[in-house]
């Protein structure tokens, strides 16, 4: 039989486990890594978000001007930029994205088709985890992810907060 007291007990160590189990010595510490993109990605993006023909500079490769990317890419861009995987021996399956804010500071680059064709962009990322809170069963981690582009120049912010449900 399980009494009043035992059942806080157990509630509470399962909320000592979770907490256990995350490493908070990685809140601020920068991670760098790059991400890498093809023209058909930012295509792909667009249409994928409702792109119509009348949106030629995103859609079409060969467009005067070249090709341009949506602002929204950069949720595809930062994505993954924290590396969540650091925070502990945690199932990955059971976080939850709770929220995200991004700030255009540049436009992406554009692919430009005038010889040499660019095979790809590079944007360097630096992401960080910025607050991991108790929430009981669970706990909510907050991340941030700076992004530049080939020039080093700044060109996106990105805040997240993901919601990690125990187990």
Not at 88 to 95: L, M, W
């Amino acid at each position: 039989m399980i009494t009043k007291q035992k059942l806080n007990y157990l509630k509470s160590n399962e909320r000592t486990l979770i907490m256990s189990k995350l490493n908070f010595d990685i809140i601020g510490e920068v991670v760098e890594s790059t991400r890498e993109y093809l023209w058909k990605d930012v295509i792909l993006y667009a249409l994928g978000v409702g792109a119509q023909t009348e949106e030629l500079p995103f859609i079409y490769e060969r467009n005067s001007g070249g090709l341009k990317t949506l602002p929204g890419f950069a949720t595809i861009i930062a994505d993954g930029g924290a590396n969540l995987s650091r925070i502990g021996k945690i199932d990955g399956s059971r976080f939850i994205h709770g929220e995200q804010s991004i700030i255009m500071h540049k436009p992406f680059p554009v692919f430009n088709w005038d010889p040499p064709y660019p095979p790809s962009i590079k944007i360097t990322r630096k992401g960080k985890i910025t607050g991991i809170y108790d929430k009981g069963k669970g706990a909510v981690i907050l991340s941030q992810v700076s992004c530049l582009n080939d020039k080093g120049e700044h060109i996106i912010d990105s805040k997240r907060s993901h919601f990690y449900i125990g187990e």
